[in-house]
């Protein structure tokens, strides 16, 4: 039993109307208000079947657009490290890709005879091919040749760029390359002895 808020006669629950002077009741059932508890299970179930569908969309999704052919070890639809990275592969006997043991800079062929644009000399090995593997680095066909093996000199290392059959053509990519390399030059290439 509650009572009415203005005279305060008894009145039961869900009576509208105090039967004593007529005004208005607004009576609460007992226990509160039900119909918003009622909701939450549905609210919740709801928010679950919502997140659920949008994990499983993503994951279609996912599987739709990655490469069939991909393992997910690799990291980058089916390519090894060193394939991002735009190195040379070989396969070995258990199929697995391996970065091949390539070198950056460019070897001198034996036995050929031919024009080359000489960037730097240098009695320091280290540092001619600290400056050979820069210049390969930013685009430069480049290696280390001894002066030794190619009369060139003695006991010096010389950093070159490029091979060209005519001294004219080594002679233009010296100028070329002399604003970068100050006292580039062309010469001739030829095995010693």
């Not at 909701?39 to 657009?65: K, M």
């Not at 396969?91 to 730097?120: D, F, H, I, M, R």
């Not at 400056?131 to 390969?136: C, G, I, M, N, P």
Request: net charge negative; with cysteine.
């Amino acid at each position: 039993m509650t009572s009415c808020p203005h005279c305060g006669e008894p009145a039961e629950p869900g009576q509208l109307v105090c039967l004593e002077c007529g005004s208005r009741i607004a009576l609460k059932e007992e226990g509160g208000d039900r119909r918003s508890f009622e909701r939450l299970p549905a609210v919740a179930l709801l928010l679950t079947v919502v997140v659920i569908g949008a994990g499983a969309f993503g994951f279609a999704l996912s599987e739709l657009t990655g490469d069939s052919k991909g393992d997910s070890s690799t990291g980058d639809h089916g390519k090894t490290p060193s394939a991002t990275l735009g190195a040379p592969q070989t396969e070995t006997e258990t199929g697995a890709a391996q970065q091949a043991s390539q070198s950056l800079l460019l070897k001198w062929p034996k036995g050929l005879t031919a024009y080359t644009v000489v960037l730097v000399t240098t009695g320091d090995r280290p540092g001619a091919l600290r400056v050979a593997r820069e210049a390969a680095k930013s685009g430069v066909e480049a290696g280390v040749l001894r002066s030794d093996d190619y009369d060139l000199g003695t006991n010096l290392w010389i950093v070159f760029a490029g091979r060209f059959d005519t001294q004219a053509s080594a002679e233009r990519q010296a100028g070329n390359l002399g604003g970068r390399y100050p006292g580039a030059y062309a010469t001739q290439v030829k095995p010693a002895g």
